[in-house]
Nanobody, 119 residues
Framework: QVQLVESGGGLVQAGGSLRLSCAAS????????MAWFRQAPGKEREFVAR????????SYADSVKGRFTISRDNAKNTVYLQMNSLKPEDTAVYYC????????????WGQGTQVTVSS
C-alpha cells in the first residue's frame, strides 16, 4: 500500500508558475500509474494529468494542455506537476493519486495541496 504526500501549493498571481510534488512511500512506486486531480470550491473533482509507470506516456485535460507538465522520478519516488501560465480558474485543491496498471480506478490518494491563483 502506498502513501502519498503532496507539497508545493500556494498563492500565485495569474500568469505565474508553481511546481507541485507528490512523494510516495510504502509501495513499489514504479509499478503505479500516477495522476493529478483537482477540486475547486463547489465543483466535482476533475482529472488534470496522468503519467505511465515508466514516465514515457502522459495525458492531460484539455483545460491544462500546453500549460502543465507531469513528470516523475522513479529513483526519488516522486511525481511532479509543473504549472505555468496559471489562471484564476486553476484555483483548486490538487490531489496526487496512484493506481496499478490493471486497475480502472485510482485507489491511493494524497491529502491535497491548495493552489490559489489571484487575478
Amino acid at each position: 500500500q502506498v502513501q502519498l504526500v503532496e507539497s508545493g501549493g500556494g498563492l500565485v498571481q495569474a500568469g505565474g508558475s508553481l511546481r507541485l510534488s507528490c512523494a510516495a512511500s510504502g509501495g513499489s512506486f514504479s509499478s503505479y500509474v500516477m495522476a493529478w486531480f483537482r477540486q475547486a470550491p463547489g465543483k466535482e473533482r476533475e482529472f488534470v494529468a496522468r503519467i505511465t509507470r515508466s514516465g514515457e506516456g502522459t495525458s492531460y485535460a484539455d483545460s491544462v494542455k500546453g500549460r502543465f507538465t507531469i513528470s516523475r522520478d522513479n529513483a526519488k519516488n516522486t511525481v511532479y506537476l509543473q504549472m505555468n501560465s496559471l489562471k484564476p480558474e486553476d484555483t483548486a485543491v490538487y490531489y496526487c493519486a496512484a493506481k496499478t496498471y490493471a486497475s480502472s480506478t485510482y485507489s491511493y490518494w494524497g491529502q491535497g495541496t491548495q493552489v490559489t491563483v489571484s487575478s
